[in-house]
């Protein structure tokens, strides 16, 4: 079996195949696994902050169960100074490295087409080395974003694929800022439209990397996260990226520097990078968990499943990607 996305629901469901005794590859196409869970790292693989999502919250109960474990293990924590939130330890990607462990997992692999053939799928995969390469399976699993995962049902299912095409999905511009300054009395989680300043209207909140439990930190620094709001960002789009880390950057100053009380000074401003995640979160999902063709032979998981009016983001994601495990282990028996 082939899942296509290494992301929290890819992995939930390829982990949870692998401990039923299914056969089971994950392809992704990026340097890394985890999707939108993901961490920065230098190219010395030094972590930077989480990029994706900072934290996550849990309400369904066979997930809170599943938290426990990974706080068993120590690859998650509750994060007190964010009302309890989980986080991963010592940074967000440990939970997608846990959910990997003994599974066959291959990052850098873009999968470009998929199609039937002699009873079979066949996945055809672009590695990031530029080689091609082709995988025969009897079933698949989409955990893409819904418009990738309908590019690549594509004729297959009709059905499925315009369902899929219809999720829209917002886009988020994220900054990353490391300031030399502990800024004591910066709370770990601002939410930006609770300070009166004119900073709101472009950014959403402030996370400190730095706060989060379990990272190793310089008692002089600190890292800050910016989420830019989605309607701003929605606006922004297509802003070049030198505009986009001006813009926020200077929002970012000016927020920090109305709640200290004091001007920040820019000399004080360390490294800053920029990032524009395209497809942050589905503005509406679906409701049902996964879906499927009518032979079971593809199945589609991932966040925008298991709509319940508004996006749970992780939460979603792992209970979609069990739900396709079930859904594959049922009619495999
Ligand atoms: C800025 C931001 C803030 C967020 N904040 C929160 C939060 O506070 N709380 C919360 O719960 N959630 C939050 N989320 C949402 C959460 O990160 C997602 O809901 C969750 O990670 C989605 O997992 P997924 O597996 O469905 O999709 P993804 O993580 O998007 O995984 C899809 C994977 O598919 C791979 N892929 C795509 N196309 C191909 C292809 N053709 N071939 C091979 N691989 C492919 C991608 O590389 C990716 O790894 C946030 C997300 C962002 C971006």
Redesign the pocket.
Same mark, same amino acid.
């Given at each position: 079996m082939v899942v +296509?996305?290494? =992301? +929290?629901? *890819?992995l939930s469901c390829a982990s949870m195949l692998h401990r039923s005794g299914i056969n089971v590859r994950v392809?992704? %196409? =990026?340097y890394r +696994? *985890?999707?939108?869970?993901t961490t920065r790292r230098t190219h010395e693989g030094e972590v930077v902050a989480d990029l =994706?999502?900072?934290?996550?919250?849990a309400v369904d109960p066979v997930f809170i169960e599943e938290i426990e474990r990974w706080i068993g293990s120590g690859s998650c924590a509750r994060w007190d100074g964010a009302g309890g939130?989980f986080v991963g330890v010592p940074t967000m990607d440990a939970i997608v490295d846990r959910m990997a462990q003994d599974v066959d997992v291959r990052s850098g692999?873009?999968? !470009?087409r998929v199609f039937r053939h002699d009873g079979a799928w066949v996945v055809e995969v672009e590695r990031r080395d530029g080689a091609r390469m082709t995988e025969r399976c009897e079933r698949i699993v989409l @955990?893409?974003?819904p418009r !990738?995962a309908a590019r690549?049902i594509g004729e297959h299912s009709d059905t499925i694929s315009s369902m899929l095409g219809s999720v829209e999905t917002r886009c988020?511009w994220?900054l990353m800022m490391r300031i030399n300054d502990p800024l004591e009395g910066l709370p770990a989680m601002v939410d930006a439209g609770e300070v009166g300043d004119d900073s709101e209207e472009i950014i959403a909140r402030i996370i400190r990397d730095d706060h989060k439990p379990g990272r190793v930190c310089e008692t002089d620094s600190s890292m800050l996260v910016i989420?830019a709001r989605e309607d701003w960002s929605a606006a922004n789009r297509e802003l070049d990226r030198v505009e986009a880390q001006r813009v926020l950057t200077q929002h970012t100053r000016s927020l920090v520097s109305s709640m200290l009380g004091h001007d920040l000074d820019d000399q004080r401003i360390g490294d800053v990078q920029v990032h524009r995640?395209g497809? @942050?979160?589905p503005v509406e999902g679906l409701p049902q968990q996964c879906e499927t063709d009518d032979d079971a032979s593809i199945v589609v998981?991932?966040? /925008?499943f298991g709509w319940k009016g508004l996006?749970?983001?992780? %939460?979603? /994601?792992w209970l979609?990607?069990r739900a396709a495990a079930m859904r594959l282990i049922e009619t495999t028996k």
């Open positions: +296509i996305g290494g =992301g +929290i629901s *890819g392809l992704d %196409q =990026g +696994i *985890g999707g939108r869970c =994706g999502a900072p934290c996550f919250g939130a692999c873009r999968v !470009e @955990a893409t974003h !990738e690549l988020v994220v989420h995640w497809s @942050a979160h998981c991932g966040d /925008a996006s749970l983001g992780v %939460q979603s /994601a979609s990607g």
